[in-house]
C-alpha cells in the first residue's frame, strides 16, 4: 500500500509551518473547521514541476483503499471536510488544493495548455505517494480533473461526480460568462470582496452552491473567507477563469461529452435537483449512454449537496466507492 511511502511525505502539520500571516490565518480556519467535523486529518505539501508547492490533506485508514477528492474552480480541498467522516473507516483520503487555490502556491494559468495542466501536478501526486489508481471524487471543475485522469490517463478505479461536473455543456450562464473576460473579472470579484467577508461567503454560499445552509457551521464561512487574503489566489483565479473562454465562447474542453460517454470505469453521478449551473436532465442523459453509470438525483439539493443538512448525499458517495 502506501505506508512507507507516505512516512517520507513532507508535512505542514503545524500553523506554525506556514511563512505568512495569512496562510496561518487559513490554516488555523482548515483546522478549526476539522475540529468542528471531529475528524483527524493531516496538512502535507510536495513539490511538483508542474506547479510548484501543492498542499493537500489526509486521513483515513492507511491501509484503505485511496480516494482522491477535487474541489471547484473556486473553493479549496478544506471545504470536503464535511464528506470525510464518511469515508474514513476504509479509505485512505487524498484531498489537494488545486494551483492557486488555499496553501497550494499561487500559479498562472495564462498560456497553460489546460487539459494537460489540470491534471499533471495531480499525476505528479498520485506517482509519489505510489499510488496507480485511487477512487475519485470530483465537484464542478473537479469533476472535469476527474473525467481527465479517467479518460486520458487512466488513472481511474471508480469515478464519482458529486454536483454538475465542468465538461458536459459550453453553455453557462451570462454571469459565469461575464467571469471570463479579462478586465471584467478583475472587477467582478473585487466587488465580491466588498464588505464584511464573512457575511460575503454566507451570501455567495447561499446563492451558488446550497438550497438550504443550515447545516453549514460558522467555522466553514470563516475558512472561506480567509481564502481571500491569501496572497496571489486571486490573480491565479482571474487567469484561470480568462483561459476557460471569453464572453459567448467557452473552452472546448468544457464539452467533451462524446468522450465521457466512452469511460468504461464504473462512475456514479450525484446531483442535486436544484443544482446552479445544469438541471439533472443534462447529466441523466450522459450518464445514460455510458456503459458502467448511475445516475443519482438529489430533491432540493445545490451545487454542493454535501453541504446540505442530511446524510444522503454522503450515504450515495459512499455506495458508488463501495460498488
Not at 79 to 98: F, H, K, N, Q, S
Request: glycine share 8%.
Amino acid at each position: 500500500m502506501t505506508n512507507n511511502v507516505e512516512q517520507r511525505r513532507p508535512t505542514a502539520g503545524s500553523v506554525d509551518d506556514w511563512s505568512t500571516d495569512p496562510e496561518r490565518w487559513y490554516a488555523a480556519c482548515q483546522a478549526q473547521l476539522a475540529a468542528y467535523y471531529d475528524v483527524e486529518v493531516e496538512s502535507r505539501t510536495v513539490e511538483t514541476d508542474s506547479a510548484g508547492r501543492v498542499h493537500y490533506l489526509v486521513a483515513g485508514d492507511p491501509d484503505g483503499k485511496p480516494v482522491v477528492l477535487l474541489h471547484g474552480v473556486t473553493t479549496t480541498a478544506a471545504t470536503w471536510l464535511p464528506m470525510v467522516p464518511a469515508l474514513t473507516d476504509e479509505y485512505r483520503l487524498y484531498i489537494p488544493d488545486r494551483p492557486g487555490r488555499g496553501l497550494s502556491a499561487p500559479v498562472s494559468y495564462r498560456g497553460r495548455y489546460l487539459r494537460s495542466f489540470l491534471v499533471a501536478y495531480l499525476r505528479e501526486l498520485l506517482d509519489d505517494l505510489d499510488v496507480d489508481r485511487p477512487h475519485v471524487v470530483g465537484n464542478s471543475l473537479g469533476g472535469l480533473q476527474a473525467l481527465l485522469l479517467a479518460i486520458d490517463h487512466d488513472r481511474v478505479d471508480r469515478l464519482c461526480l458529486v454536483g454538475a461536473p465542468a465538461g458536459i455543456s459550453k453553455e453557462f450562464s451570462l454571469a459565469w460568462r461575464l467571469l471570463t473576460v479579462r478586465g471584467i473579472n478583475r472587477l467582478l470579484l473585487w466587488l465580491d470582496k466588498r464588505g464584511d467577508p464573512v457575511e460575503n461567503a454566507k451570501e455567495a454560499t447561499r446563492q451558488r452552491l446550497v438550497v438550504d445552509a443550515s447545516a453549514i457551521p460558522e467555522a466553514f464561512y470563516e475558512l472561506m473567507a480567509a481564502r481571500q487574503q491569501l496572497s496571489g489566489r486571486e490573480k491565479s483565479l482571474r487567469s484561470l477563469l480568462t483561459e476557460e473562454g471569453s464572453f459567448g465562447r467557452m473552452h472546448p474542453l468544457f464539452d467533451i461529452r462524446e468522450e465521457i460517454a466512452d469511460i468504461d470505469q464504473p462512475t456514479g453521478f450525484i446531483w442535486g435537483s436544484a443544482d446552479a449551473f445544469w438541471p439533472p436532465e443534462v447529466g441523466r442523459s450522459i450518464a445514460d449512454r455510458m456503459p458502467n453509470a448511475e445516475f443519482y438525483e438529489l430533491a432540493n439539493h445545490g451545487h454542493m449537496p454535501w453541504m446540505e443538512p442530511g446524510d444522503e448525499t454522503a450515504d450515495r458517495v459512499r455506495s458508488v466507492l463501495d460498488g
